[in-house]
């Protein structure tokens, strides 16, 4: 992350805090190279090795604290203006800063709903009660989520033109798919030669690459978040693929689908066609609803009674999740109103938010048909990010 | 991490668990492409997005129960012996099998202790419990340390095998180092010289490229965990460099020791020598006290007080850690006795762990002087692994 938008997000942070009203918001870790908080890349950018704290205050003020040999590195990076370097411990050097600031709401990252706002270890939260034994401030504690959410959430400028980069980047590399796409290739044989082209274009993967591309032909495949198999693309099969790259820290999430034409087609068969519009037809419904303010359930809602009310099965997962440095990012998403989602999909959608949107269903003996695409929320709608796919995209050979 | 060593690790958990007396360890982890357990590596080898458990059983049984939709995936791999899908919440299959097998101790991942064993997040420590309410479960939570720091401790034939591969590749880039170095050469053209280097071999670097490797030249240099800076090699100098590589899954972590001559040098001044004397004498000291049963914090001080008696600053750090997929891992560690190092000085050691000895002095107006070898514990003493540096490198030009 460069250092330009980790300084916005500091900044962001604060004024978050004013908001919300929080006095102070610290992120405690360690060794974050084996257990990374996932703040730790958004307001901090660099590693480290022993137990720290990174506070930002509602006032303005941040501190580092971290192990003297690390100290440098922070002072080098001036993201925080006081760096305190300890040698033993960093309890005295802690309570010392927490005193001083005598914030009436300290936030710290735990949460049962958003995995990103969740970056405190159970052990770390047995230390940092042991460190404060003796103090009230326990008694402070809330969790950030919250103020994460808002943080990750709220794009600013210069991530918003990233990742407009980066869905071109990956709009251009389904285009190659398109012209690599014929009767007999495997969906491994797909995979592969995406792969080869971001490794060729110096982009990463958005996701595990077991299943980055995820590639389905034909009926009778893998379900979402399968990897690849040897199966062949044969004429008559749906086919779709799942993919995103990370393209300077930020990711991309999008699907296509495709019909192999048999001899003698010069057009997909009707119920391929009906799958495919159906699809379609449930994204842009959700798109001409989104706006600051609506509920993910509620868009989600939208999508799968379309679905259903067509004919088809409901897809066994959620409409979509929001983007951003992960691919699934952010705290509210366009999830149905099942335990395993938490409170994510009650939470009203904010400006600037980005989201995928990505229904499915299954056509029987054909294959999957999948659309995602990205949208942006604005003022008062949202905006498309992606040039939606409008069409199915026949492929002649 | 090969399947052969994830189906060593879990048959080797099975084991500790009857060892400890544990009737069931269970990890339970989301996301883990965000928040990872780094016990994950370890023993499943693929990530997960929903709420996930794995479950290992003192009797042999496993269990993994994950979303539906990832199902595929882990039955393909055979890990575990039993896979449960889920399509809306973990709780129903989780408390089923916890209530079936019935166990007096549950080892759940949380420790102040060790990083690698405490990748329970507190928001999940807290879901857990949910899910658990009205059984007794939660009262038969003990925590997961003393496996995993067995587990990843006790390297098997295969990884250490690997490792010493790792080791000796590592040496053969210091050597290509030691041709390189030469006056006017700044410490980022070295550290960039390596990094061209470990790309070059298709290895990647054992921890943040930042200070991966850590190279000082002369007097006044940062302390260790810093980076390169602009400074450049002069006659005079000590030079050192901290570097390591991953290599099939696992790291080496190593560090040599160079003077760069004068005109008409032909060895370097009496107090380099003794420094450097002093530091590779404490490692050889160490060495011939370390076996199985000896705790970390008296290695480490017969490292230190090797280095006091001669007249030197003690080191502010330990004197090492274990290596294995993490750079710094396992549980024990030649540590002092310093609250920031927990319980890890005063653990036993223990027969196939691998330890670097890293001890480090200042040799005033010429630099730092410190060497890193790697060692692993057998029956009854110890082995170097890396072929240890028994003399200073004399730079020429």
Not at 258 to 270: C, I, T
Request: one cysteine or more; a positive charge; glycine letters at 8%.
């Amino acid at each position: 992350m460069s250092a330009k938008i980790l300084k916005e997000k500091i900044q962001q942070a604060v004024e978050i805090l004013k908001e919300k009203n929080i006095d102070m918001w610290l992120t405690f870790v360690r060794e974050s190279s084996i257990t990374a908080d996932p703040v730790m890349d958004m307001i901090v950018g660099e590693g480290c090795t022993w137990q720290s704290a990174f506070i930002i205050c509602k006032d303005g003020d941040t501190y580092a604290i971290i192990g003297s040999l690390e100290k440098d590195k922070y002072e080098k990076n001036g993201l925080y203006k006081n760096v305190i370097g300890y040698l033993k411990s960093v309890r005295e050097p802690l309570v010392e800063t927490i005193s001083k600031k005598n914030p009436q709401k300290i936030a710290i990252n735990y949460s049962k709903n958003s995995v990103l706002a969740d970056g405190l270890t159970y052990g770390m939260y047995q230390i940092l009660l042991e460190h404060l034994e003796g103090t009230d401030y326990p008694n402070r504690f809330v969790n950030s989520e919250e103020i994460i959410s808002a943080l990750r959430g709220r794009k600013s400028s210069t991530e918003i033109s990233i990742m407009k980069e980066a869905i071109k980047e990956t709009l251009k590399i389904f285009d190659s798919v398109t012209r690599f796409i014929k009767p007999g290739v495997s969906e491994i044989q797909i995979a592969d030669y995406v792969k080869k082209l971001v490794k060729k274009k110096g982009f990463e993967l958005a996701w595990d690459e077991d299943h980055c591309p995820a590639v389905f032909t034909g009926p009778d495949t893998q379900g979402a978040h399968s990897g690849p198999t040897n199966k062949k693309v044969k004429p008559g099969h749906i086919l779709s693929m799942d993919f995103g790259i990370k393209y300077k820290g930020y990711c991309s999430d999008l699907q296509r689908t495709w019909y192999v034409l048999k001899k003698g087609e010069k057009k997909a068969p009707p119920e391929v066609e009906k799958g495919f519009n159906t699809i379609r037809d449930s994204i842009q419904m959700v798109a001409d609803q989104l706006k600051p303010g609506v509920k993910g359930c509620d868009m989600d809602e939208v999508a799968r009674n379309h679905i259903l009310a067509q004919g088809y099965d409901e897809y066994p997962h959620g409409l979509g999740h929001q983007v951003g440095k992960q691919v699934h990012d952010g705290g509210a998403g366009l999830y149905p109103r099942w335990e395993r989602y938490g409170n994510a999909p009650y939470l009203p959608l904010e400006e600037n938010q980005v989201f995928t949107i990505e229904p499915r269903l299954l056509v029987k003996e054909f294959g999957t048909s999948t659309v995602e695409e990205e949208v942006i929320i604005t003022k008062d709608g949202c905006k498309f990010l992606s040039k939606p796919q409008k069409k199915l995209m026949l492929i002649k050979r």
